[in-house]
């Protein structure tokens, strides 16, 4: 569904599920969010194209006049752990400028709202240590600190 919403701006803004047809929009800001913009530019080298065909992972994108200035990426999968499945956003982007705009706010409660239909028990999400503005951002949205995530390379 493709809602449109106001900010406190005046900012016209919606927020829907993302389309193959977003592909370029998203491998642009795919290289803002990795900090790398030459990382994407070979076509395929990324797993866009995999993730909008897969029916447990889901890309929504916040669009302004037609431009796509961020994103959420999320899967629902099930843990041994929990007595219900879990959402875990996976990437979450918003272009610097449209930052503070209520843009990125609206990308996590679309999250929670999709989670909530599918009786998900948890929504997961990491953050890079450095990013302390986005720890803050988090909390306000009600999320609490709950462990460290660790990686290993293959």
């Known amino acids: 569904m493709n809602i449109v ?4 701006n005046g900012m016209e ?5 993302a389309k193959p047809q977003d592909y ?3 491998i642009r800001l795919l290289g803002k969010f990795v900090g790398n913009e030459d990382r994407y530019k070979n076509k395929d080298n990324d797993s866009v194209s995999k993730v909008l065909k897969n029916r ?3 890309i929504d994108v916040a669009v302004v006049k037609g431009r796509i ?3 959420i990426t999320y899967s629902i999968r ?21 930052r503070r705009l209520k843009i990125g706010k609206r990308l996590i409660e679309r999250a929670i709202e999709y989670s909530k239909k599918k009786g998900c028990y948890y929504i997961f999400l990491a953050s890079s240590k450095e990013r302390v503005e986005a720890h803050g951002f ?17």
Do not use: T
């Open 13 to 17: 803004f919606s927020v829907r599920r």
């Open 5 to 8: 919403m106001v900010n406190n």
């Open 56 to 58: 447990n992972c889901y």
């Open 78 to 98: 099930s843990v041994i752990r929990y007595p219900a499945p879990i959402l875990e956003v996976e990437e979450f982007f918003v272009l610097e400028e449209f």
């Open 24 to 26: 370029e929009s998203l």
């Open 138 to 154: 988090y909390k306000n949205m009600n999320f609490d600190e709950y462990a460290f995530h660790y990686r290993r390379k293959l």
């Open 69 to 71: 200035i961020g994103f």
